[in-house]
C-alpha cells in the first residue's frame, strides 16, 4: 500500500512509529486537500537539530511547496498528537481548514490543553479541530516511546 493509499490518520501513526523507531518523538502529520496527499512527515527534531523540526511544521513547510501559495485554506491537518503553541500558531497563519488530532497533550498541547490558541480574541483563523481520532493508537506509541527513555 502507498503513501497515497492510506487514510490520512493511519498514515500519520505510521510515520509517528518511524519517527520513534529513529529515536524521534513520535509524531507524524498528514496534509490533504480534497482526499489528495499533499504533505506526510514526522518529527525530524534531532535528525535536523531544529527543535522547530515539527512534524506538523514540516508538512505545512511541503504543503505549501506542493501548491505553491502562501496559504493551506481548504486543507486539514491529521496529526497524531494534539499541536503545541508554535503549531498551533503556523496552522492559524497558514488557515488551515480543519485539525484532526490523535493523543491530546495536556502537558504541552495548546489546541484543546494550556493555552488554547484558537479559542484566543487575538488568534485571526480558528480552524475546526477534531481530537481523539485513533487517540489510543497515538497515546500508546508515546507511553511506549517515553518508557524506553527512562
Known amino acids: 500500500m502507498t503513501q497515497q493509499d492510506q487514510p490520512p490518520m493511519q498514515l500519520a501513526l505510521a510515520l509517528a512509529q518511524e519517527a520513534a523507531e529513529a529515536g524521534e518523538a513520535p509524531v507524524g502529520a498528514v496534509i490533504v486537500e480534497n482526499g489528495r496527499l499533499l504533505a ?52 492559524a ?13 495536556p502537558k504541552a498541547g495548546a489546541v484543546d490543553n494550556g493555552v488554547r490558541l484558537f479559542d484566543q480574541r487575538s488568534c485571526h483563523h480558528r480552524p475546526e479541530v477534531l481530537g481523539g481520532i485513533a487517540g489510543d493508537s497515538a497515546a500508546q506509541l508515546l507511553r511506549k516511546f517515553f518508557a524506553r527513555l527512562r
Not at 42 to 61: F, I, Q, V
Not at 93 to 105: C, I, K, M, N, S
Request: proline share 3%.
Open 40 to 91: 506526510a512527515e514526522r518529527n525530524r527534531m534531532k535528525a535536523l537539530a531544529d527543535p522547530t523540526a515539527h512534524a506538523e511544521l514540516l508538512a505545512m513547510r511541503s504543503a505549501l511547496a506542493t501548491r505553491g501559495t502562501g496559504r493551506l485554506d481548504g486543507c486539514d491537518l491529521y496529526v497524531t498528537l494534539e499541536p503545541c503553541a508554535m503549531c498551533a500558531g503556523a496552522i
Open 93 to 105: 497563519h497558514t488557515r488551515l481548514r480543519r485539525v484532526y488530532y490523535g493523543a491530546e497533550d
